[in-house]
């Protein structure tokens, strides 16, 4: 996926690109694979587009995630992080606390909770499984900060 993949989403959705849509991607693609929150966000758009400011940023991540262009969670008493979805297909996440590092789990183990949900009663209409831990480097950056 490039910022022109983007773009025509953004378009087919009926959104403008605007100056600060296209730079928001590009920041977004440039920390693809790690879930970054809405302030670093801002940061680093702003040195693309140094007017831009945190309400426009919301927004616009509103408007990708409605788009299904970015992924939206939340890690450690509601702080928002987001990234571009990068697979298209259903899948799951694992996490780093420390730098947001993401990996895909490219299967859903949830065959037996499907079943339970049924017997219930319930008919689900969606879910998400976000597993959070340390990826190898916080881990051994946290280790070495105890020494």
Known sequence: MNIEDLKSRVKSGGYKITPQRKAILTVLLEH???????????????????EINITTVYRNLDIFENLHIVHKIFIDEGVSRYDIISVDAHHHHIICKGCGKTEVIEFCPLGDLVGLAEEKKFTLTGHKIELYGFCDKCKKKNDGAGK
């Open 32 to 50: 693809r694979g790690c879930f970054i929150s809405v302030e670093k966000i801002c940061e680093e758009t702003r040195k693309i587009h140094p």
